[in-house]
């Protein structure tokens, strides 16, 4: 039975490493899905900014041609001089000059105003654009290195698989059935637990001393009653009379 225990414990040993390999590739697609998400976001930030500053550069230009119609209306105006006839007309005139200025003048002061508000908004664009140019580029390496070594795994595990079931088939049927039992309930991948000083090394639990004495004679499978791992003696427990 000892023999069949130590073909247990490289089963084990291949298994857990499997684990390792199946947890990590298993966690491998949610962190490029949050890559990808970051991306996104900073895409659609940039995007918004993008659109923010074109409507602004649109609002400037509705401005400006009404500013330019006022200024040809007021030149207009003005070439009117000369054809007054009297002290009542000038007046009027000067008026409709003064209320033609004062339009053009706020026209000028709003576009000004979105002027500064493009400008700023230019330099933060492109503060955006840089910072985020360079985190883009480094998830998107990320993404592409998690898929190379998805394919890594994927490859491992295969030849791994392999490895083991080559190593199951020389296991007796009863015993490899144990074990994958106890391997599929467990949570942590592991179905194999030393004892050693009459203890389980899978949760640290003392186990009773008669336990502990048949796990050293071999005879049969015992499970730890605690964490349900088959016991195997470790090797300082196969000899303990024999001193080094
Ligand atoms: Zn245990």
Same mark, same amino acid.
């Given at each position: 039975?000892?023999? #069949?225990? &130590?073909?247990?414990?490289?089963?084990?040993?291949?298994?857990?490493?499997?684990?390792?390999?199946?947890? #990590? %590739?298993?966690?491998?697609?949610?962190?490029?899905?949050?890559?990808?998400?970051?991306?996104? =976001?900073?895409?659609?930030?940039?995007?918004?900014?993008?659109?923010?500053?074109? +409507?602004?550069?649109?609002?400037?230009?509705?401005? #400006?041609?009404? %500013?330019?119609? *006022?200024?040809?209306?007021?030149?207009?105006?003005? *070439?009117?001089?000369?054809?007054?006839?009297?002290?009542?007309?000038?007046?009027?005139?000067? !008026?409709?000059?003064?209320?033609?200025?004062?339009?053009?003048?706020?026209?000028?002061? =709003? +576009?000004?105003?979105?002027?500064?508000?493009?400008?700023?908004?230019?330099?933060?664009?492109?503060?955006? #654009?840089?910072?985020?140019?360079?985190?883009?580029?480094?998830? *998107?390496?990320?993404?592409?290195?998690?898929?190379? !070594?998805? $394919?890594?795994?994927?490859?491992? %595990?295969?030849?791994?698989? $392999?490895?083991?079931?080559? %190593?199951?088939?020389?296991?007796?049927?009863?015993?490899? !059935?144990?074990?994958?039992?106890?391997?599929?309930?467990?949570?942590?991948?592991?179905?194999?637990?030393?004892?050693?000083? &009459?203890?389980? $090394?899978?949760?640290?639990?003392?186990? @009773? @001393?008669?336990?502990?004495?048949?796990?050293?004679?071999? $005879?049969?499978?015992?499970?730890?009653?605690?964490?349900?791992?088959?016991?195997?003696?470790?090797?300082?427990?196969?000899?303990?009379?024999? @001193?080094?």
């Amino acid at each position: 039975m000892l023999e #069949e225990l &130590k073909k247990l414990k490289d089963l084990q040993l291949l298994d857990s490493e499997a684990f390792r390999l199946e947890e #990590e %590739l298993e966690s491998l697609p949610e962190k490029n899905e949050a890559l990808q998400q970051k991306i996104s =976001e900073m895409q659609s930030r940039l995007s918004e900014l993008r659109n923010a500053i074109s +409507i602004q550069v649109e609002e400037k230009q509705k401005r #400006e041609e009404i %500013l330019h119609k *006022g200024e040809d209306k007021l030149k207009v105006i003005t *070439g009117k001089q000369s054809a007054i006839r009297n002290k009542e007309e000038y007046n009027a005139l000067l !008026r409709e000059i003064d209320n033609i200025k004062r339009f053009n003048r706020d026209l000028s002061d =709003e +576009i000004a105003e979105i002027d500064k508000e493009i400008e700023f908004k230019n330099n933060e664009l492109k503060l955006i #654009e840089e910072e985020t140019e360079s985190k883009i580029n480094e998830f *998107g390496k990320m993404i592409k290195d998690n898929e190379k !070594r998805m $394919t890594e795994l994927d490859t491992n %595990l295969e030849k791994m698989i $392999t490895k083991r079931d080559k %190593l199951a088939e020389n296991i007796r049927p009863a015993i490899y !059935r144990k074990y994958q039992r106890i391997l599929e309930s467990s949570p942590n991948g592991k179905a194999i637990a030393l004892a050693e000083d &009459k203890v389980c $090394t899978g949760c640290n639990m003392t186990l @009773p @001393p008669e336990l502990f004495n048949m796990v050293l004679r071999a $005879t049969r499978i015992e499970v730890c009653p605690n964490c349900q791992c088959i016991l195997v003696p470790s090797q300082k427990s196969e000899k303990p009379a024999q @001193p080094q």
